[in-house]
């Protein structure tokens, strides 16, 4: 168990909807990212946030948003939802300030649009 | 363009020898390596890392080599187990100062254990 928790672990909608995904890192940790892992494909940084602010963005699509609650914890909107959105989504949590950079991830949410 | 490439999309290696994953990078700034490994229906763990300043790190049955002209590392697993079947991924980060800033991965390579 990494202490990172990620509602819900599937979700199935139809195209052009929304949804909400929602990461709660582990206790302590400021940093939370979201990863996107598609059919075949590594993991893709979408987006990391920090104590609250925006860090730093990867390869995230105008119609995914995402932001850091005060009590750290994360949410990913994914609106106008598209046949190839469907994924899994990590989010992973570190406490930030480390040379590490090592990160614990969640089990994920796997979406899939219909 | 992928950053971080894993040419190998599955191995195949016997219980007993060993496993030897490897990993190519293309950007010179990145300056921290990791491994994660996947196992189904779970997120990635932390496997061991190493910094840019180092050319080799062990833990146990693992060791990671950085070769950093060659902008390639590798993860040798010795003497590789049945439970280490699972997904691999290497990573990349460039280390800024305030905080790990998001890791570049790999598409992953499956480590099969034969028995």
């Known amino acids: 168990d990494s202490g990172v928790t990620q509602t819900p672990k599937h979700l199935i909608t139809a195209t052009g909807q929304r949804v909400t995904l929602r990461c709660s890192p582990r206790s302590g940790d400021l940093s939370v990212y979201w990863y996107q892992q598609s059919l075949d494909q590594g993991l893709q940084f979408l987006i990391q946030y920090y104590n609250g602010e925006e860090r730093a963005k990867g390869n995230i699509l105008e119609r995914f948003s995402a932001q850091q609650f005060p009590d750290l914890h994360s949410e990913l909107n994914l609106s106008s939802l598209e046949l190839g959105d469907s994924a899994l989504y990590f989010c992973a949590s570190s406490v930030g300030g480390q040379l590490s950079g090592e990160l614990f991830f969640g089990e994920g949410s796997r979406l899939t649009v219909l | 363009d992928q950053q971080v490439k894993q040419n190998s999309p599955s191995l195949s290696v016997q219980e007993g020898r060993i496993s030897i994953l490897n990993c190519d990078y293309t950007?010179?700034?990145?300056?921290?390596f990791l491994w994660y490994k996947k196992y189904p229906a779970e997120g990635p763990t932390f496997l061991i890392s190493?910094?840019?300043?180092?050319d080799k790190n062990e833990d146990g049955r693992f060791t990671v080599f950085l070769n950093k002209s060659a902008k390639h590392l590798s993860l040798h697993i010795v003497p590789s187990q049945p439970g280490d079947s699972a997904v691999y991924f290497c990573?990349?980060?460039?280390?800024?100062?305030?905080?790990?800033?998001?890791?570049?991965f790999g598409k992953g390579t499956h480590l099969i254990i034969q028995p």
């Open positions: 950007n010179s700034m990145f300056d921290y």
């Open positions: 990573a990349a980060s460039v280390y800024s100062g305030g905080g790990a800033d998001g890791l570049t």
């Open positions: 190493i910094s840019s300043i180092k």
